[in-house]
């Protein structure tokens, strides 16, 4: 029953010594083998590795060398570099990619004293918010296995979520972290752009992508960001600004509290039970001491159009290096270097990706530019400027995180559009460069929803505190998928 | 004057790319498609050109266009110092090709 335990409780017990990280590793582990054919949330178990780090953690701990996360048990989404471990990013291209290098959080967490599990599934390139796109299966989620998990770091949520592992680390372009955690139930925080390292993160929209992390709890959640956030000299858009300890924060009082609604998310759209739990754990805040009032982000509703230009002309820029010539795939006996390339690029990639390859491609060709791309920049600048005012008059904004609870699995593949839909609330965040997070606010016929809260640059403590003290007052994060227990 | 409501509705006119003009992105973005590829991404790629034309609603005259996500912050700069070392033997180690440390393609000049 070790994996009842909270990533805080785990850390505080490893340190106590009332269990070894050994023992932790190999319950974890069990759990993920005994998960796998029913969720399909990893790509790569690194069963021996991890055991033998959890060897070195108790030594650590034993000679009072432990660190704030020495023998605590993680996975990576598989988008973040691991040295000499398999990094797939979901896709066939990268089926073979050995990692020569890892990824700044891989390193920030491993310093930290964290083992890795493994390597978590995912949509391909990070583009898709049900997990379906990925090369290697879709993942299930945990509270009913005929649902998506939501995505695109739907391995990561559902990890999480059935108590595979007690942390993982994700990323955000358009709401990647947000949805699937509210999709299954759990925390999740996608910090200011800039605030975590992109060092070693696949890129797919560098503009957008944000690293970040999902857990049970905001105290998890900020005990784990503390270690991964901060400035870093290969991440030419960290940003030098020293990370306050979120943990150190969680406790202050909400009395005075400023908490706006956004009035554009709670119109048309919205189903109703799912707008009754957002109001349930508005009434929250406000008895904790908030305040609440309506405020208008009118340019909002174009955040999703502005980013089906954005991202796919960034994707198309990035995803450019994969050429089947330095690394990835490559096709068999090609003729020449177009057919290389193109054959490569078409048998490597998915659907999905190649489809917002083609749509950034298309709005950045010759003569297309300034009525697409600029134009989208503009827009960008309009909702970064909506927000603005907003937090001129409140000191955070709240509203739902997705518009539905999770859906069945094919149910959206067939019609793009309706999939990009559900990141209507989240992709607004992602445009302006805020830290948004989720927390679990209820259920919706076993299925659970989630409140998204968003702040201004660099207000993660803020967030993080007033998503603990929420905590505190209610249980919905203690939840777990009774077929996982 | 914008409504979420109108984009789960849908109903406005679609915009209509033709199979030629796919045709020619794809081969831009150097990506192989099988004929039955095709009429699926001229469907999709129209119905999200449609979606992005929500754009045209905004009065975007004297807006700049965003350059960085954080206001007045630009791309820090590096002193143009050689820092990396040599590790080509590793990096070569996951391409599909290579020979003398060299990376292999097809021959591109006769």
């Known amino acids: 029953m070790i994996h009842k335990n909270s990533l805080t409780e785990l850390a505080a017990g490893l340190r106590a010594r009332k269990f070894s990280s050994v023992e932790l590793v190999r319950?974890?582990?069990?759990r993920i083998e005994a998960s796998q054919p029913k969720l399909n949330a990893f790509i790569s178990v690194l069963g021996s590795q991890a055991l033998e780090a959890a060897a070195a953690a108790d030594r650590d701990i034993a000679a009072g060398r432990g660190r704030a996360l020495t023998g605590v048990p993680i996975a990576h989404k598989d988008l973040f570099c691991t040295a000499g471990v398999r990094t797939t990013c979901g896709s066939r291209m990268l089926?073979?990619?050995v990692s020569p290098y890892d990824?700044?959080?891989?390193?920030?967490?491993?310093?930290a004293g964290a083992i890795t599990l493994g390597k978590l599934n995912m949509d391909e390139f990070a583009m898709g918010s049900s997990n379906e796109t990925s090369y290697y299966g879709p993942v299930r989620n945990p509270w009913n296995t005929d649902f998506v998990p939501g995505g695109s770091s739907g391995g990561s949520a559902a990890a999480v979520a059935a108590r595979l592992v007690p942390g993982a680390t994700a990323t955000d372009t358009g709401g990647s972290i947000r949805q699937p955690a509210a999709l299954c139930g759990i925390t999740g925080i996608k910090p200011t752009y800039g605030r975590v390292s992109r060092y070693g993160m696949i890129a797919f929209a560098s503009s957008l992508d944000q690293g970040g992390v999902l857990t049970t709890s905001a105290q998890d959640?900020?005990?784990?960001?503390?270690?991964?956030?901060?400035?870093?000299?290969?991440?030419s858009t960290s940003v030098d600004t020293p990370v306050p300890d979120y943990v150190a924060e969680l406790d202050a009082p909400l009395a005075g509290l400023k908490v706006g609604l956004i009035k554009e998310f709670l119109d048309e759209g919205l189903e109703r039970e799912n707008a009754q739990r957002v109001r349930e754990a508005l009434a929250i805040l406000e008895r904790l001491g908030a305040s609440l009032r309506e405020v208008s982000l009118p340019n909002l509703p174009l955040s999703v159009p502005a980013y089906y230009v954005v991202a796919p002309a960034e994707c198309s820029s990035n995803l450019a290096r994969y050429d089947g010539v330095r690394f990835g795939h490559r096709?068999?006996?090609?003729?020449?270097?177009?057919?290389?390339?193109?054959?490569?690029?078409?048998?490597?990639?998915?659907?999905?990706v190649k489809r917002r390859i083609m749509t950034g491609t298309y709005v950045l060709s010759a003569g297309y530019y300034d009525a697409y791309y600029l134009k989208a920049q503009r827009v960008r600048q309009l909702i970064a400027a909506d927000f603005k005012r907003a937090f001129g008059e409140v000191d955070i904004l709240a509203g739902p995180t997705t518009p539905t609870a999770a859906f069945r699995i094919g149910a959206k593949t067939a019609d793009p559009i309706t999939m990009y839909l559900n990141d209507i609330y989240t992709i607004g965040a992602n445009l302006a460069g805020l830290p948004a997070l989720s927390v679990p606010c209820g259920f919706i016929d076993r299925l659970p929803v989630g409140l998204q809260m968003v702040g201004p640059h660099f207000a993660e403590a803020r967030l993080l505190n007033v998503a603990h003290r929420y905590q505190l007052e209610t249980d919905w994060h203690r939840h777990s998928p009774e077929r996982f227990a | 004057?914008?409504?979420?409501?109108?984009?789960?509705?849908?109903?406005?006119?679609?915009?209509?790319?033709?199979?030629?003009?796919?045709?020619?992105?794809?081969?831009?973005?150097?990506l192989e498609l099988e004929p039955a590829e095709i009429p699926v991404y001229l469907e999709s790629l129209s119905r999200i050109l449609d979606l992005v034309g929500e754009l045209d609603r905004a009065d975007t005259g004297g807006v700049a266009p965003m350059a960085h996500p954080l206001p007045g912050l630009t791309q820090r700069l590096r002193p143009d110092a050689v820092t990396e070392e040599d590790r080509h033997e590793l990096y070569q180690a996951c391409a599909p090709q290579v020979a003398a440390g060299l990376y292999l393609v097809p021959k591109v000049i006769e």
């Open chain 1, 27 to 30: 319950a974890y582990l069990e």
């Open chain 1, 95 to 97: 089926g073979n990619f």
């Open chain 1, 103 to 111: 990824a700044t959080v891989v390193a920030k967490l491993k310093a």
């Open chain 1, 221 to 235: 959640a900020a005990l784990m960001l503390r270690e991964m956030a901060g400035f870093d000299p290969n991440d």
């Open chain 1, 331 to 352: 096709c068999k006996d090609p003729r020449d270097l177009q057919d290389l390339y193109r054959r490569s690029r078409g048998e490597g990639f998915g659907a999905e």
């Open chain 2, 1 to 30: 004057m914008y409504d979420f409501a109108l984009f789960f509705s849908f109903a406005f006119p679609p915009m209509s790319l033709t199979r030629a003009q796919i045709e020619s992105i794809a081969l831009l973005a150097r």
